[in-house]
């Protein structure tokens, strides 16, 4: 069988995360440009502005790049029309059914990845016939898996149970954690925490300054009734983790949450009231530093 | 510095945790013979109970051997005075302040080894000079922290602020994620769920093949109002689960817990009404097999 860098024709098996508010044209083209695989985070862009993403991404790399598209997603239609016309190599698909656009994705000789937290959707890819299979424990920042299971133990149990190329995500930023990650098994592993603090990411710079001084513990799997989402602590996580633990109901939790937290904590840089979206791992991240320094620390 | 097996005196990095209603003189001593460091679980002992298990450790093996004191048991006057007058060489301390006792042991020439969860607790057992860190991740079975941080999340950043010697714990189960621990940093690992598991463990078969077919998810952190422990679903732990999402206070949390659980669980088999305290791993294990066995598996 290939290799993942055979499959996706990089030079070394890391794929940057596709981040909702992180993850634009700049970073995903500084990735691919570093010899990884950088993807658009299509989960936070209008499809007008996924599609001029795509456009400038093109112009900045000559490199494959791919899109993460989160299936839940309401222009789901329009998307997929914008990525099949534009010939995006290689799509990541997430939070939904691995059967539902694989078939469609391969017929435009589309690479397709997609996103699990447990078994039972790994053996779904593997019928659905997707290329690459990510397992992402709940280290991971945003939305994560019901079952809050880890990536030690998550990555061997979806090993076990197909042969597809396989990337470990979740907690894993540093040379040591990537070593660990291919020791479990794993082809290669997705990185979104580091990438999200580095210098190329569309993030907010008051959010990756406020996320590079989180100490471990300061993350939290929050909105478990809603979609469990890991979140760096602040005043809105405070709140929401206060009424989750006096029952809110679902629909109190709903207007809680609101609408555009997300934006307003990652693209907009309120700590008080955003949602900060971000890993467990992020309390090992420090400094500041672009795309080519976090390749160097890597593979120097 | 020396490493583990040079500090413990000997063979393989292993060390098996000492867990409550498991880990008696059966356990713990074939571990030892095997060339782990084999701990008896002083946390569901009587002084008594423990004084006994200790002289049938010593008679049915002549290799090193511990015990582990959770510091919030109410004889641990006692406990500390049995361990010392039966010249135990190793004491694991955990859920605790390590200042507690380790002048006190190593004044008997004991070697102290001391569970955290955080970096702060690292750096209290560096300050009281504790020989060995243990780093437990959330994915441990029973008592964790609070912090829910996972074993790949947690070691590098203990690592980060220690010089000791190491062990990761949590989610460690199979050769892999041995190898992946020791790629993070650590000098060895604890292993707790597979040694529970295995032959000699003293819980009931009824436990064991319970949790041999667990799949992943199906362990959770409850009680988190309480002291956060894993365990794995049964009625009693979905009683639990469906309370703490209705915002259950402390006292009924109590109440609804009771006395003896753990006990009727694990040592008596009653998989309906006991707290089944078991790492994430379990999803791992599947088959039968003795201590003997894993370190084959393990070394082979």
């Not at 222009?75 to 656009?101: C, H, L, Q, Y």
């Not at 397709?112 to 709940?138: L, P, Q, W, Y």
Request: proline share 4%; glycine share 10%.
């Amino acid at each position: 069988m290939a290799t993942l860098q055979e499959r996706l024709h990089i030079q070394y098996p890391i794929v940057q995360g596709g981040m909702v508010w992180c993850s634009g044209w700049r970073l995903a083209s500084a990735v691919s440009n570093a010899g990884g695989l950088g993807l658009l985070g299509a989960g936070s862009m209008h499809p007008d502005t996924l599609e001029l993403h795509i456009q400038r991404c093109k112009a900045a790399t000559n490199k494959p790049f791919g899109v993460n598209v989160p299936l839940m997603y309401p222009d789901i239609e329009a998307i997929m029309a914008i990525i099949i016309r534009e010939k995006v190599p290689i799509v990541f698909t997430s939070a939904g059914n691995p059967k539902a656009w694989t078939a469609t994705l391969h017929e435009h000789g589309i690479t397709v990845g997609h996103v699990v937290s447990n078994t039972t959707f790994a053996r779904k890819c593997d019928e659905a016939g997707v290329d690459i299979i990510v397992a992402e424990g709940m280290e991971a920042g945003g939305h994560n898996g019901r079952e809050e299971t880890s990536t030690l133990c998550l990555l061997p149990q979806v090993r076990a149970v197909t042969d597809k190329l396989l990337l470990a995500a979740g907690g894993i930023s540093s040379k040591a954690s990537f070593q660990a990650a291919m020791a479990l098994g794993a082809d290669g592993v997705q990185m979104g925490t580091r990438f999200a603090l580095s210098a190329e990411s569309s993030a907010h710079p008051a959010f990756k300054a406020y996320c590079r001084n989180l100490n471990e513990g300061q993350t939290k799997l929050l909105l478990k009734r809603l979609s469990p989402t890991r979140l760096a602590q602040n005043p809105f996580s405070e709140r929401v983790a206060e009424a989750e633990a006096h029952g809110i109901s679902l629909e109190d939790l709903k207007a809680l949450q609101g609408k555009g937290r997300a934006k307003k904590g990652i693209f907009e840089g309120d700590l008080e009231e955003g949602m900060l979206e971000i890993g467990q791992t992020a309390g090992s991240i420090r400094h500041e530093e672009t795309v080519a320094d976090i390749f160097a620390d890597l593979f120097a």
